[in-house]
């Protein structure tokens, strides 16, 4: 069973979409801010990381440079609200292999989570 680390500062986003990947077979991990996720994915090394951009402590964008620096094949998909081109070319420049807006739609991150890890 694949497992995705959960990356929002806001426990109410964690948690919904927790509940929607368990309920899809997915395990889940959860980090609050930037910083937790860098070192949560070091310790469990998850198949898949949905990161918030707008974090305190250590944003997204920091986030996944630093996952990306330690394992250049990490699966991060960016997730915020801020859909501007310039934040979602960041995002990929920081190393993130997708971008989500939200609000979230179930399906757009069940798509997500098929077609990088299956």
Known sequence: MATV???DDAAFMRMR???LLKENGYNVEE???GLEAVEKYSKIKPDMVLM????PVMDGLEAV???TKTDPGAKV????ALGQ???VM???KAGAKDFIVKPYQPDKILSSLKRFIG
């Open 5 to 7: 680390l959960v990356v």
């Open 52 to 55: 918030d951009i707008t974090m």
């Open 90 to 92: 960041a995002a990929i």
């Open 65 to 67: 440079a630093e996952i």
């Open 31 to 33: 980090a609050e801010n």
């Open 85 to 87: 081109q310039n934040t």
């Open 77 to 80: 998909v960016m997730c915020s």
């Open 17 to 19: 979409v927790a509940k």
